[in-house]
């Protein structure tokens, strides 16, 4: 029961331009959404959330953006550096604690 | 600041041997907990969570199971490994109705 999809399992983008990553759901009781960033043999790390009342959040060079009628996010990152590659999870948070995860894609930002 | 400790960081283990993987978490009082796996290629499972002590909410059916004998303290055991039970496996924690989750480090665990 995949409830986060993560349909891009890879992304490759050069130096500087804008790396999108994409989540769709479909459960609509869902009311945060969270970006994390995992390196191999680590622990992921938060970088940013959305509650489901809004539809942007901006921290920095990463963007996300919540369209609730499609149930789709998205990550924006702007400019793209190296240090960005990684793997990308999109999770989804229900009221009573239970939080999803979706199957990630590897962005990889090439010099 | 609240910390999470996870451990062993690698394990491995032939099939049919018991598992035992800890986590504890520091700087804070009844938050919630969760064991999450990450396959080869793939994302990560949720395999169990905990809003309390003795209260285990189960994802996956399967051979594994989790425990909480203290306020910050969760537990997975397997009684016989499968070659299955493969993967990484992460701790996490969060404030009751926050929506953060953090993590730790992960234990890799090899069955052969």
């Known amino acids: 029961d995949q409830q986060v999809k993560q349909n891009s399992p890879s992304l490759s983008v050069q130096e500087g331009r804008i790396s999108i990553l994409n989540c769709d759901y479909t459960?609509?009781?869902?009311?945060?959404f969270l970006w994390y960033k995992k390196y191999p043999a680590e622990g992921p790390t938060f970088l940013i959330s959305?509650?489901?009342?809004?539809d942007k959040n901006e921290d920095g060079r990463f963007t996300v953006f919540l369209n609730k009628s499609a149930k789709h996010l998205s990550l924006h990152i702007v400019p793209s550096q190296p240090g960005d590659s990684a793997v990308y999870f999109c999770?989804?948070?229900?009221?009573?604690?239970?939080?999803?995860f979706g199957a990630g894609t590897r962005l990889t930002v090439k010099p | 600041s609240q910390t999470i400790h996870q451990w062993p960081a690698t394990l491995v283990q032939p099939v049919g041997s018991p598992l035992s993987l800890e986590c504890t978490v520091e700087?804070?009082?009844?938050?919630?907990l969760y064991w999450y796996r990450q396959a080869a290629g793939r994302g990560l499972q949720l395999l169990f969570y905990?809003?309390?002590?003795?209260?285990i909410s189960s994802e996956v059916p399967q051979n594994l199971s989790a425990s909480r004998p203290q306020d910050r303290q969760f537990i997975l055991s397997s009684k016989k490994l499968l070659l299955s039970d493969s993967g990484f496996y992460l701790c996490?924690?969060?404030?009751?109705?926050?929506?953060?989750?953090?993590f730790g480090s992960g234990t890799q665990l090899s069955v052969l």
């Open positions: 996490a924690w969060r404030v009751q109705g926050y929506e953060k989750l953090f």
């Open positions: 459960n609509s009781m869902f009311d945060y």
């Open positions: 959305i509650s489901s009342i809004k």
């Open positions: 999770a989804a948070s229900l009221p009573w604690d239970d939080m999803r």
């Open positions: 700087g804070t009082s009844n938050p919630n």
């Open positions: 905990s809003v309390g002590i003795g209260q």
